[in-house]
């Protein structure tokens, strides 16, 4: 054994995951990291901001949304028959100036033209590059790694997917408090494209050298080729149906978390998209060691049947239960459900094509995903304003959806039966990728080949359906809601004086502060102090502590320390008490707040004399507490 097949031998874990790739996999992977980083950045707060913040009908929000679909879906055909032509690294860069130019629209879109000019840009851009990275993969993975490696794959999307959102969410909602700056989050998804430029012209070679000999009708006229083959085409007509269902995650669950007043106060809008990343993230690396052992004994297809599955349970989870922890545990479960479900897709797909039509069998790979993102967001639009918005009835919103979910795993159940158990030799029946014997022999394998298994699966349908209707109406905030539009409100803080006080060591000091003003955004209430001068020249005094309690009209709480000042110099705490007026009225801020001063241990005074140290109790301390509030002001038309 040579040294290097010896040194890869020893290695187990995370190394030996590394090095069983080359480093094409692993730039490619980046640049799916940063790329889709910025794309649910983007995604977690495009429909709020639109429909909240730019006031975009729910249905015309939709529409602009299954545009972008299309085009993100569709594009990849073409991109991957040019591929062939002028190479992967120039459609790389193509793709990425294209997005970029499209969040710089959406960071100034003001209107629905402007939503519109961006889908297209972004549309088209994260259209062309999405193939790319698979078909690399394809180019650079043995066939034997490629179940791991779309796991991996899929990975970093959703590590992505949870980083920069999470990020987002904090700095805008968690610190600039005004919900005008959304549009910031575009600026940060542009810049980290740019950053897959930089690595692109730096470290990227193409998988597969360039033909510029060709035309583009040479490299064009192969696509009708997959056409002819009738079962890859009956697979993508019924594989659209679990997009259509994907789709409603993507657009109005976080619309329909706010509406119905199922997030907390201190949950930011765009961390409803990073529970879903965040499940795949941590559970990936378990779920890929499962998909790589069961790998050998089902088929794609079975794991596909298995991960869709699930991720209905996910949606009717989320139908039926509206609490906080309902819908993440949904979100949760569907999220098992998808990583199971389309790295499994994406593999079958790499091993049907012919190796020299990976690339365009990779680019068709994205018909259903365009099929069922496209028709499931405009859809969605106009479902979610009858039942939700119209209705108050959110439950058949998405009892409907899980709906076309179950049609999804009937459809898959037949398709396997029908491809697996006609067209396999019957000592030994084959999956539709080459695997053969045992996922056929009893147990599980069994009750996915029976004929009754569709029929049952189709039977929930009506159940659910009914169900569904006979929920009541739920309260819908946005009813309630003072919408606040930035252009006719100017944020304003103001600095509403300062109160004065001593306290002495481990007492509670309790204030009542009013505050009158509508329209708040926060109250920040700041302690500052200072020892007083020690009573000589040569003693010193010690550091105060205090923690400052502070609750609101509307009974939210904020609390901080205890914390000393260092020595000689000023001490402060800060509670800062936030509304986010998407969601509530403003009024909820007005009014009285109970405001409670702690003081813990008074620094002693101190007198280092010989070898010993003179203590001379320091009884309190003076202190001044600082109010302000953050609060929207109506401007008044010049005359």
Not at 304 to 318: E, K, N, P, Q, R
Request: net charge neutral.
């Amino acid at each position: 054994m040579s040294g290097t097949a010896t040194a890869q031998a020893e290695r187990t874990g995370l190394s030996a995951i590394f090095y069983r790739f080359p480093r094409t996999f692993w730039l490619v992977n980046t640049f799916e990291l940063f790329e889709r980083g910025a794309f649910y950045t983007m995604m977690a707060i495009l429909t709020y901001h639109f429909i909240y913040n730019v006031h975009i009908s729910d249905s015309v929000v939709g529409i602009a949304l299954g545009v972008l679909m299309f085009l993100l879906y569709f594009a990849p055909i073409v991109a991957s028959a040019l591929a062939e032509k002028v190479g992967y690294k120039n459609i790389f860069i193509f793709a990425f100036i294209l997005i970029i130019l499209g969040y710089l629209d959406f960071w100034k879109a003001h209107d629905a033209a402007t939503l519109f000019v961006g889908v297209l840009a972004i549309g088209v851009g994260a259209g062309c590059f999405k193939p790319m990275v698979s078909a690399t993969i394809a180019h650079v993975t043995p066939e034997k790694d490629r179940d791991v490696g779309y796991s991996i794959y899929y990975w970093m999307i959703n590590l992505g997917a949870f980083i920069f959102p999470f990020i987002v969410g904090f700095y805008i909602e968690r610190t600039l408090d005004d919900p005008g700056l959304y549009s910031l989050a575009f600026l940060i998804s542009g810049f980290l494209v740019c950053i897959n430029v930089a690595i692109c012209l730096i470290l990227f070679k193409d998988p597969v050298k360039a033909d510029w000999s060709r035309t583009v009708m040479d490299s064009l006229k192969k696509l009708p080729v997959i056409l002819k083959d009738k079962k890859f085409i009956i697979l993508l007509v019924i594989y659209s149906g679990f997009w259509f269902v994907y789709s409603f995650n993507m657009t109005f669950l976080p619309v329909y978390i706010v509406d119905f007043g199922l997030r907390p106060m201190w949950f930011a809008i765009a961390w409803i998209g990073i529970v879903n990343p965040l499940t795949i993230i941590i559970a990936g690396p378990f779920l890929s060691r499962l998909v790589d052992k069961y790998s050998v004994r089902y088929s794609s297809i079975q794991l596909m049947i298995a991960g869709i599955t699930l991720y209905v349970l996910g949606m009717s989870i989320l139908a039926f239960w509206k609490t906080l922890y309902a819908w993440m545990f949904g979100i949760i479960v569907f999220s098992f459900g998808e990583f199971i479900t389309h790295p499994s897709f994406i593999s079958y797909v790499s091993k049907l094509a012919p190796k020299d039509k990976v690339a365009i069998y990779m680019g068709y790979a994205f018909i259903p995903i365009g099929i069922g993102n496209t028709i499931g967001s405009v859809a969605s639009g106009f479902m979610y304003s009858e039942f939700s918005v119209g209705m108050h009835k959110p439950t058949i919103f998405w009892a409907i959806v899980s709906c076309i979910g179950l049609l999804t795993v009937a459809g898959l159940l037949m398709y396997n039966r029908h491809y697996t158990m006609k067209e396999a030799p019957a000592e030994e029946k084959a999956g539709p990728d080459g695997r053969r014997g045992v996922p056929f022999k009893g147990g599980l394998g069994r009750a996915w080949n029976m004929k009754a298994t569709p029929v049952l699966v189709l039977i929930f349908i009506p159940l659910l359906l009914v169900s569904s209707v006979g929920v009541p109406a739920d309260r819908f905030y946005r009813d309630e809601i003072v919408l606040i539009k930035v252009t006719d409100y100017l944020a304003v803080t103001e600095n509403l004086g300062q109160i004065k006080g001593n306290s002495q060591a481990q007492s509670n000091t309790e204030i009542k502060v009013n505050i009158s003003l509508q329209n708040v955004i926060n109250t920040t209430f700041k302690l500052l102090w200072t020892d007083e001068a020690p009573p000589g020249q040569l003693w010193t005094n010690q550091p105060d502590q205090f923690s400052l309690k502070v609750v609101a009209p509307d009974g939210q709480k904020g609390e901080q320390g205890p914390v000393a000042n260092a020595v000689g110099q000023e001490g402060r705490v800060t509670v800062t008490l936030q509304w986010d007026l998407m969601n509530l009225t403003g009024s909820v801020a007005t009014g009285d707040y109970n405001v409670t001063i702690v003081m813990g241990n008074a620094g002693p005074n101190t007198l280092k004399r010989g070898p010993g140290v003179i203590t001379r109790t320091d009884p309190g301390n003076d202190w001044t507490l600082d109010v302000s509030c953050r609060y929207f002001q109506e401007q008044k038309p010049e005359k």
